[in-house]
Protein backbone atom coordinates (compact mmCIF):
# COMPACT_ATOMS: atom_id res chain seq x y z
CA UNK A 1 0.00 0.00 0.00
CA UNK A 2 1.64 3.55 -0.87
CA UNK A 3 1.11 6.64 0.33
CA UNK A 4 -1.64 8.24 -1.94
CA UNK A 5 -3.77 5.06 -0.90
CA UNK A 6 -3.23 5.73 2.86
CA UNK A 7 -3.84 9.67 2.22
CA UNK A 8 -7.21 8.82 0.39
CA UNK A 9 -8.26 6.44 2.83
CA UNK A 10 -7.79 9.05 5.57
CA UNK A 11 -9.70 11.36 3.12
CA UNK A 12 -12.44 8.81 3.46
CA UNK A 13 -12.82 8.11 6.87
CA UNK A 14 -13.08 11.21 7.88
CA UNK A 15 -15.80 11.97 5.58
CA UNK A 16 -17.60 8.99 6.17
CA UNK A 17 -17.86 10.59 9.94
CA UNK A 18 -16.53 6.57 11.32
CA UNK A 19 -15.06 7.23 14.84
CA UNK A 20 -12.20 4.29 13.64
CA UNK A 21 -11.57 2.01 11.22
CA UNK A 22 -8.63 -0.82 11.16
CA UNK A 23 -7.77 -2.14 8.23
CA UNK A 24 -5.35 -5.33 8.21
CA UNK A 25 -3.24 -6.75 5.39
CA UNK A 26 -0.40 -9.25 5.19
CA UNK A 27 1.81 -6.43 5.40
CA UNK A 28 0.94 -3.84 6.72
CA UNK A 29 -1.79 -2.65 9.43
CA UNK A 30 -3.54 0.42 10.02
CA UNK A 31 -5.78 1.94 12.43
CA UNK A 32 -7.34 5.51 11.58
CA UNK A 33 -9.05 7.16 14.60
CA UNK A 34 -11.38 10.13 14.34
CA UNK A 35 -13.08 12.95 16.94
CA UNK A 36 -13.05 16.13 18.55
CA UNK A 37 -11.76 17.64 15.13
CA UNK A 38 -8.61 16.09 14.52
CA UNK A 39 -7.75 12.82 12.95
CA UNK A 40 -4.93 9.94 14.67
CA UNK A 41 -3.22 7.55 12.08
CA UNK A 42 -1.79 4.64 12.87
CA UNK A 43 0.35 2.26 10.40
CA UNK A 44 2.59 -0.55 11.41
CA UNK A 45 4.36 -2.33 8.52
CA UNK A 46 5.92 -5.49 9.01
CA UNK A 47 9.41 -5.72 7.81
CA UNK A 48 9.34 -9.17 5.17
CA UNK A 49 10.45 -12.48 7.25
CA UNK A 50 13.83 -13.86 6.44
CA UNK A 51 15.03 -17.46 7.36
CA UNK A 52 18.02 -17.40 10.01
CA UNK A 53 20.87 -19.08 8.14
CA UNK A 54 21.36 -22.83 9.04
CA UNK A 55 24.89 -22.96 11.15
CA UNK A 56 26.09 -26.27 12.36
CA UNK A 57 27.01 -26.04 16.00
CA UNK A 58 30.95 -26.49 16.39
CA UNK A 59 31.58 -29.24 19.31
CA UNK A 60 33.88 -27.78 22.28
CA UNK A 61 36.65 -29.45 24.06
CA UNK A 62 35.67 -29.35 28.00
CA UNK A 63 38.19 -27.24 29.81
CA UNK A 64 39.60 -28.86 32.26
CA UNK A 65 40.03 -26.79 35.71
CA UNK A 66 42.52 -26.82 38.28
CA UNK A 67 41.99 -26.40 41.75
CA UNK A 68 44.42 -23.47 41.79
CA UNK A 69 41.56 -21.49 39.46
CA UNK A 70 39.49 -20.93 42.26
CA UNK A 71 38.75 -17.78 43.86
CA UNK A 72 42.28 -16.96 45.00
CA UNK A 73 43.29 -20.03 46.25
CA UNK A 74 40.58 -20.16 48.71
CA UNK A 75 38.14 -23.15 49.32
CA UNK A 76 34.48 -21.88 48.46
CA UNK A 77 32.89 -24.57 51.23
CA UNK A 78 34.52 -22.25 53.57
CA UNK A 79 32.92 -19.42 52.40
CA UNK A 80 30.12 -17.59 53.53
CA UNK A 81 27.06 -15.88 51.78
CA UNK A 82 25.69 -12.67 52.72
CA UNK A 83 21.97 -12.71 51.82
CA UNK A 84 19.64 -9.95 51.09
CA UNK A 85 16.56 -9.63 53.55
CA UNK A 86 14.71 -8.07 51.78
CA UNK A 87 13.29 -7.67 47.96
CA UNK A 88 14.43 -4.23 46.05
CA UNK A 89 17.42 -2.76 44.52
CA UNK A 90 20.52 -3.26 45.46
CA UNK A 91 23.49 -0.38 45.83
CA UNK A 92 27.02 -0.76 47.20
CA UNK A 93 27.16 3.00 48.18
CA UNK A 94 25.10 5.02 50.84
CA UNK A 95 24.73 7.92 47.62
CA UNK A 96 26.17 8.13 44.38
CA UNK A 97 28.87 10.74 45.37
CA UNK A 98 30.17 8.62 48.86
CA UNK A 99 32.58 5.24 48.32
CA UNK A 100 31.00 2.33 48.46
CA UNK A 101 30.45 0.42 51.85
CA UNK A 102 32.81 -2.60 50.94
CA UNK A 103 35.17 -4.16 48.37
CA UNK A 104 36.59 -6.86 47.30
CA UNK A 105 39.66 -7.63 50.08
CA UNK A 106 37.61 -5.55 52.87
CA UNK A 107 37.84 -6.82 56.41
CA UNK A 108 34.25 -6.64 58.11
CA UNK A 109 33.07 -7.52 61.37
CA UNK A 110 29.34 -8.55 62.62
CA UNK A 111 26.91 -5.66 62.25
CA UNK A 112 29.13 -3.50 59.74
CA UNK A 113 26.53 -2.06 57.03
CA UNK A 114 27.15 -3.52 53.73
CA UNK A 115 24.77 -2.68 51.22
CA UNK A 116 21.57 -0.71 51.11
CA UNK A 117 18.97 -2.23 49.87
CA UNK A 118 15.86 0.22 48.29
CA UNK A 119 12.58 -1.10 48.89
CA UNK A 120 9.05 0.75 48.21
CA UNK A 121 11.22 4.22 48.74
CA UNK A 122 13.16 3.47 51.87
CA UNK A 123 16.71 2.20 51.78
CA UNK A 124 17.41 -0.35 53.91
CA UNK A 125 21.21 -0.95 55.52
CA UNK A 126 21.92 -4.93 55.25
CA UNK A 127 24.36 -5.82 58.18
CA UNK A 128 26.66 -8.47 57.72
CA UNK A 129 26.36 -11.69 60.04
CA UNK A 130 29.40 -12.58 60.06
CA UNK A 131 32.84 -11.40 60.15
CA UNK A 132 35.31 -11.56 58.06
CA UNK A 133 37.08 -10.97 54.07
CA UNK A 134 35.18 -9.77 51.54
CA UNK A 135 35.99 -12.46 48.60
CA UNK A 136 33.39 -11.36 45.71
CA UNK A 137 30.62 -8.82 45.09
CA UNK A 138 27.76 -10.79 43.56
CA UNK A 139 25.42 -8.37 42.44
CA UNK A 140 25.94 -5.48 39.90
CA UNK A 141 25.21 -2.18 41.84
CA UNK A 142 21.28 -0.66 41.12
CA UNK A 143 20.29 -3.90 40.51
CA UNK A 144 17.01 -5.64 41.61
CA UNK A 145 17.27 -8.58 43.70
CA UNK A 146 15.25 -10.95 45.26
CA UNK A 147 14.83 -12.50 49.02
CA UNK A 148 17.60 -14.55 50.33
CA UNK A 149 19.53 -13.90 47.17
CA UNK A 150 23.62 -14.25 47.99
CA UNK A 151 25.05 -10.59 47.71
CA UNK A 152 28.67 -11.31 48.81
CA UNK A 153 30.96 -14.02 49.63
CA UNK A 154 32.96 -13.73 52.74
CA UNK A 155 35.85 -15.93 53.84
CA UNK A 156 35.37 -15.98 57.75
CA UNK A 157 38.90 -17.67 58.48
Aim: aromatic content about 4%; hydrophobic content about 40%; some cysteine.
Amino acid sequence: MDIKEIQNLIKFVAKSGASEVKLEMEDVKITIRTGSGKTETTIVQAAPMQAAPHVAPVPTAPVPTSPAAKTNDIDDSKLVEVKSPIIGTFYRKPSPDKPSFVEVGSTINAGDTVCVIEAMKLFNEIESEVSGKIVKVLVDDSSPVEFDQPLFLVDPS
